[in-house]
């Protein structure tokens, strides 16, 4: 699952690299789209241009592939708003961030997606993220919005690899786990979970597609070699904040402007030569 950029030109949505984007993710073998995550500069769309990219979004999927709208807020008030939205637009299911800097309790937090899945019948995700939102849902939380019909997965970028068989075993195999860190998918699937909303398929979504093929078919030699082809690549989707390496990525693809908005500085020559060099490494670009 590609958790999309969001392409800009002239300070707006590129809506047309945007659908086309898209559609390349679906030729390479990308299975569900996730726009207006983290990697989508949620943070910096307005309200309208969040509701249009989802729009667009789905518009281009055209039914052939799953779309998780980002859908999350700090306020519960918004982040319904956008799920009803979402839900309207005809996404197949929502994702949803723990609130970053109010910094609820746990018991916040169940409140918070009880709240949001109690008005409006679609399959949400939560996404837990400390690293962004400072708050971590325990797996105990979890385990209680996981008895809410509607409440279906995870998105786990907390990088901690008891968590998926902690998971499992409070929740069941039913409970959708996905990862929300490349670098540690492998190991991550193997301790139970179920898949990847991935950064670094905004670049390489044949070989992540592959990845997860091999996985699922057993075949370890193939999943062994990308595994470990794709791991520089990784490292360098991250080596400046989130999106601006992805994005400077898919612009060496030809497929959008490498414009991020502020706060969110331009990348840096280091940066540029690092990203350069490891889709170099993968084959992605001579």
Not at 90 to 107: F, I, M, R, T
Not at 146 to 158: E, F, P
Not at 223 to 229: I, S, V
Not at 261 to 281: F, S
Request: charged share 20%; net charge negative; glycine share 8%.
């Amino acid at each position: 699952m590609t958790a999309l950029v969001t392409p800009f030109r002239d300070g707006k949505v590129d809506e047309e690299a945007f659908q086309a984007f898209a559609e390349w993710q679906i030729e390479q073998g990308t299975d569900v789209l996730v726009p207006v995550g983290t990697t989508g500069e949620s943070p910096t769309l307005s309200h309208e241009e969040h509701k249009r990219v989802v729009e667009l979004c789905i518009e281009a999927a055209a039914g052939r592939v799953p779309v998780i709208a980002g859908a999350g807020s700090n306020s519960t008030d918004e982040a319904i708003e956008f799920t009803r939205h979402a839900k309207e637009a005809g996404a197949d299911a929502a994702l949803s961030v723990c609130p970053y800097y109010n910094k609820p309790s746990q018991e916040g937090m169940y409140l918070h997606f009880k709240a949001i899945a109690e008005a409006v019948d679609i399959p949400i995700v939560i996404y837990n993220i400390p690293g962004r939102s400072i708050v971590d849902m325990s797996v105990e939380t979890m385990a209680r919005l996981s008895k809410i019909t509607n409440i279906v997965g995870v998105k786990d970028a907390t990088a901690d690899l008891a968590r998926p068989l902690a998971g499992r075993v409070a929740m069941g195999d039913d409970f959708c786990q996905l990862s929300g860190e490349d670098a540690t998918v492998a190991a991550f699937l193997a301790q139970g979970g179920h898949g990847c909303i991935s950064v670094t398929s905004n670049v390489a979504p044949k070989q992540c597609a592959d990845l997860h093929t091999a996985w699922q078919e057993g075949d370890m030699a193939t999943f062994t070699h990308l595994r470990d082809l794709l791991m520089p690549l990784h490292d360098a989707m991250f080596c400046e904040p989130n999106p601006t390496p992805a994005k400077y990525g898919v612009h060496l693809l030809g497929k959008c402007l490498p414009d991020a908005r502020l706060p969110v500085a331009p990348i840096t020559e280091a940066g540029q030569a690092q990203m350069r060099d490891a889709m170099v490494h993968v084959g992605l670009i001579n």
